[in-house]
């Protein structure tokens, strides 16, 4: 593939890279992402680029004071409440329509709370108990078509280890989806180790943490429900041992090409009513929150769809 249509490089488990090709993507600033087979992030290669001293600035600013962290981010966790009630919403079956209506007024009044949240402790306290909600009504939403459904029952998150199938595919996806945040985040000169809502700590990119929670339904959660709903990924493509659920190679390849084919889908913008795949939607995310955070927007739009 010639280096030209590249655009990030992610190397899953004990793939050798040379320094040639090292030296060549970095003198490109193409992201190399390094993770394990299960999705776990070890870190990242990048070459140096001029961009964003000025924003890295404006960034460090914001995050020093509660109420201006607080400002960025109610929009980005209202939006996440709202795309996750879109997901339920839009999979629910017919005959469940009527039992998951209470949950979805409730997840309304959530993110309308969400925006008008005056300390992060209430933020806090209101995306608990909106993911609580969600995934309450999510575990419904896993009908494989002709496998036992038992094989897929979800009882809420767990993970590090992750101990049922479905929690180990949406470890995956978020580690997948962090990191192309990560790589959305530093094309636009954000330092993604210090955010507004997921507080710093080593080994922790924050921001790309904040700016995917709106994603995490949209791209991760979306897609783990296709894979097991429509049997690309089944209860055989697991390996279980010492309490732990992980997939194996044939289930992380099959959940990887319907990840990539969920990033290339076009989808309307709601700001600028143009189509762009979800890829690109998360770099025009990043940029909108660069624009906000220099205080060229006053509000953070985040991404919402119907």
């Known amino acids: 593939m010639p280096l030209r249509q590249v655009s990030q490089l992610c190397l899953l488990g004990s793939v ?8 060549e993507l970095c003198r490109r600033e193409i992201d190399v ?3 394990s087979y299960g999705g776990y992030h070890y870190g990242s290669l990048s070459g140096f680029s001029g961009m964003g001293v000025q924003l890295r600035l404006a960034q460090f600013e914001r995050a020093r004071e509660e109420q201006s962290r607080l400002s960025l981010v109610r929009p980005i966790i209202a939006g996440k409440i709202l795309n996750g009630r879109t997901l339920l919403r839009r999979n629910v079956a017919s005959e469940g329509r009527e039992a998951i209506d209470l949950t979805l007024r409730a997840l309304k009044q959530r993110a309308l709370d969400a925006e008008q949240a005056d300390s992060e402790a209430q933020l806090l306290g209101l995306e608990g108990d909106a993911a609580r909600l969600y995934f309450g009504a999510l575990a419904g939403l896993f009908r494989p078509r002709s496998g036992p459904q038992t094989e897929f029952d979800f009882r809420g998150r767990n993970r590090r280890p992750p101990r049922d199938p479905v929690n180990a595919l949406l470890s995956f996806a978020y580690a997948l989806l962090l990191k192309d945040v990560r790589i959305a985040l530093t094309g636009v000169g954000f330092d993604p180790m210090v955010g507004f ?3 710093p700590r080593a080994g922790r990119p924050a921001l790309a943490l904040d700016l995917m929670e709106e994603f995490r339904p949209l791209i991760a959660d979306s897609v783990v429900l296709s894979v097991i709903n429509t049997e690309e990924v089944t209860a055989e493509d697991f390996v279980r041992a010492a309490g732990a659920v992980a997939l194996q190679d044939r289930g ?6 319907a990840y990539e084919r969920r ?13 762009l795949s979800y890829r690109r939607v998360l770099a025009v995310q990043a940029r909108l929150l660069a624009r906000t955070v220099q205080g060229e927007l006053t509000t953070y739009p985040s991404f919402r769809t119907r």
């Open 33 to 35: 992402s390094l993770m």
């Open 252 to 257: 992380r390849k099959a959940f990887l090409a």
């Open 197 to 199: 809502f997921h507080r």
């Open 16 to 23: 050798q890279l040379t320094t040639a090709a090292a030296q």
């Open 263 to 275: 990033m290339a889908q076009e989808v309307t913008h709601p700001r600028y009513g143009y189509t």
